[in-house]
């Protein structure tokens, strides 16, 4: 972040003061969690669903915040240098706003569904094999993270790929007008979160306020394989790009091809290669192919960046555990997501057992049993060994996969992650390959954390000595 004035600050937030003895001292980071709090920051207080941050105010300026941006409702205005504002989440979007204007950085906006992260991240290393720049860090996709990461510019910053997500519609239209995008990149319509949106319909009216946010001299990146993303770029009104595999699209990739633990295809009789697990990985990166190129990057420098890719921690993400190999992708599951992983350990190969651990898909609403039957029937298409399901629908993917042809004797019912590792320890052998995926809420990294235990388990057990 660029050192701003405390009155810059005042200014964009038309806030009141308490306290403020110089409005000349200047600040480089903004802090909403008091833990993190050092000498020379700006505390901004919060009030979240589980704490609230005004609580924390005393703390915050007793490790040497400069100031405190509270609530008038919600402060003893006797505790200064405060500055007293309305609504400090508004207030942070409109001090964001206010400081995104005092750069000319190239930001690119990722949406979707699903592959938000992982496409966001190899804009990220493509941008990066010529320019400087940032990404959003983590999951900042919110009403916190997206101001937030906007904060992290400063002057040295030619790009910013940042991650718009949404709960609900016109979240997306609040985030883009904070960042300013230049460009936007739609990955996937598919559903998820249908508790909060109710309907496909109501997820791409949301999705597609980022194109709406775009300058006629931006561009749009779409994912023309997917049709309900094709149907929003008539709201986008600058030029659009289609991406995919399918031939009528602006960007083809073709002779696409997995190897275990590599993503290899072409462009234009251009090979590129992404150390990245799963054919799915092909959206986020033919996407990074027709940004890089249309940034006037060379398809050396592209490609050198999509090299250089590194998967997210819980993301696809290849693990050795013992004598197992482990894709851990447990940090969320929806049904076109799950479909993904099961093609990926489809395509792995292997002479040993490939074995799905399977979380329930949560926030599916009143379709939540469908989509699980649905699941059953790729996993048994999917030349899937065994399967392990663990939750609340776990009867209805089992049954399912049953039906459609699996044999009952590799299929486990487990009610908790407790029961799943019960029967992981019957199944196990050597070499075995595990695909580990769930909703954030079902916590699957717990089967990660057992898989560790046991490994060194394995360790610890000596060998046999031979008789003299």
């Known amino acids: 972040m660029q050192p701003v004035a405390l009155h810059d600050l005042i200014a964009a937030l ?3 003061t308490v306290g403020i003895a110089d409005g000349a001292n200047q600040f480089e980071r903004v802090e909403v969690d008091s833990r993190r709090v050092r000498s020379g920051d700006i505390f901004w207080a919060i009030a979240g669903n589980r704490d609230d941050g005004h609580r924390y105010i005393a703390e915050a300026l007793s490790k040497g915040a400069i100031a405190c941006v509270v609530e008038h409702d919600r402060c003893d205005a006797s505790n200064g240098p405060l500055l007293i504002v309305d609504d400090t989440v508004l207030a942070l979007w409109d001090f964001a706003e206010w400081y995104r204007q005092q750069f000319d950085t ?40 997206v101001p937030l990461s906007v904060l992290q510019l400063d002057r040295h910053h030619e790009f910013a790929a940042l991650e718009l997500a949404a709960s609900h519609v016109g979240e997306i239209e609040d985030l883009a007008g904070i960042a300013q995008p230049e460009i936007g990149v739609i990955t996937n319509i598919s559903p998820v979160h249908l508790d909060e949106f109710g309907t496909i319909e109501a997820i791409m009216q949301a999705k597609g306020e980022l194109l709406e946010a775009l300058p006629e001299s931006g561009f749009a990146i779409l994912n023309g394989d997917n049709q ?23 960007v083809v990739a073709q002779w696409v091809r997995v190897e275990n633990g590599w993503l290899r295809f072409c462009v234009d009789s251009v090979q590129f290669d992404v150390p990245a697990v799963g054919r799915h990985h092909i959206t986020s990166a033919i ?7 249309q940034v006037d990057l060379t398809d050396e420098e592209i490609a050198a960046g999509l090299r250089m890719f590194e998967p997210v921690p819980g993301r696809c993400e290849l693990r050795h555990i013992g004598p197992w190999t482990v894709i851990n992708d447990t940090y969320n599951a929806s049904p076109a997501s799950m479909q993904a992983a099961c093609q990926t350990l489809h395509d792995w190969q292997t002479e040993h057992k490939k074995i799905l651990v399977a979380g329930d898909m949560l926030a599916l609403g009143s379709a939540s049993a469908q ?8 996993v048994a298409a999917c030349d ?20 459609s042809g699996m044999d009952a004797g590799s299929l486990g019912v487990c009610s908790d992650l407790s029961i799943a590792e019960l029967l992981l320890d019957c199944w196990l052998q050597p070499g075995d390959v595990l695909l580990v995926k769930g909703s954030r809420d079902m916590h699957m990294e717990r089967v990660l954390t057992y898989l560790e235990q046991r490994a060194a388990q394995v360790r610890a057990v000596p060998s046999e000595s031979k008789a003299a």
């Open 287 to 293: 996407a990074a192919v027709a940004l890089g190129r």
């Open 384 to 403: 899937v060994d065994q399967v392990i399901a663990v939750g609340s629908e776990a009867t209805s993917l089992v049954g399912s996969a049953r039906n």
């Open 228 to 250: 309900l993303v094709r149907q929003l770029a008539e709201r986008a009104s600058c030029p659009v790009i289609f991406v995919g595999e399918q031939s009528h699209n602006d």
């Open 106 to 145: 190239l930001v690119v906006g990722v949406t979707g569904t699903v592959g938000k992260t992982t496409t966001r991240h190899m804009l990220h290393n493509v941008l990066s094999a010529r320019y400087n720049g940032i990404e959003s860090p983590e999951n900042f996709n919110n009403y916190l993270g």
């Open 14 to 16: 038309d806030a009141e």
């Open 371 to 378: 989509y699980h039957r649905e699941l059953g029937q790729i």
